[in-house]
């Protein structure tokens, strides 16, 4: 998979040049002309990265501010592209991660997108849900739970339960990495639960033991290092 990003740009030569150098890092772009345009899409997609013009006297900025606040792109690298005469101090205090002073060059745009773009990747990874099925126990209070494993990620999992148990708003799993005989223990917060018994929990404390199998199992090392003959 590719990272994806929001552009807003107005300016068609600006627009050309900053799509010209996404695609060819790698990047799936959708571009916006304007903030108003742009802001429904931002709340309702995940983003790896948006890129926003900020020169002029629209509310474009407020696009890099809004990044942070929608959850699902609180995490995305966000980069800020402004006018000669505009303060590199106001775009950082808005969340840019990144500031691009114009005018753009094409040798400026690319050093910047590309020392960006691992960050991108990385925000890719740690989002991404590697469906999986596997038994895993759910310790939720004083209870334990069985259940399902049907996907994982850097920072979380969902599984399964029946649909009459409620889980406690602080989870401990324990299930075995599938195919491997490792095991890990999180913990994580329940951020969201629904009454057929799917829960969604988001990691907040995980050793670095199990940090490293977990990263290695979703890179595919450990299946590898475990396959027949090795």
């Known amino acids: 998979m590719l990272p994806e990003a929001m552009l807003v740009c107005a300016q068609e030569e600006s627009s050309h040049l900053l799509l010209s150098v996404l695609e060819e890092l790698g990047t799936r772009v959708e571009s916006h002309r304007d903030a108003v345009e742009a802001l429904p899409h931002l709340w309702a997609r995940r983003f790896d990265a948006v890129i926003v013009d900020c ?51 094409a040798f400026r745009v690319w050093r910047l997108l590309r020392a960006s773009y691992p960050l991108m990747v990385e925000e890719l990874r740690r989002y991404l849900r590697h469906p999986c099925q596997g038994p895993v126990q759910v310790v939720s209070g004083v209870v334990e739970v069985p259940a399902l494993l049907t996907n994982l990620s850097r920072d979380g999992a969902a599984v399964m339960l029946e649909p009459e148990v409620r889980l406690e708003p602080i989870v401990r799993l324990r299930f075995r990495l599938p195919r491997t005989k490792l095991s890990v223990v999180p913990e994580g917060k329940v951020v969201w639960q629904t009454p057929c018994g799917h829960a969604g929990i988001h990691f907040t404390t995980v050793t670095a033991l199990d940090r490293l199998r977990l990263n290695r199992w979703l890179e595919g090392d450990l299946e590898r290092d475990e396959a027949p003959g090795r």
């Open 55 to 105: 020169e002029g006297h629209g509310n474009e900025a407020e696009v890099v501010r809004e990044v942070h606040e929608a959850a699902q792109n609180r995490h995305a690298v966000t980069i800020a592209i402004i006018g000669p005469r505009e303060s590199r101090e106001d775009a950082y205090a808005l969340g840019a991660h990144f500031v691009l002073r114009k005018p753009l060059t």
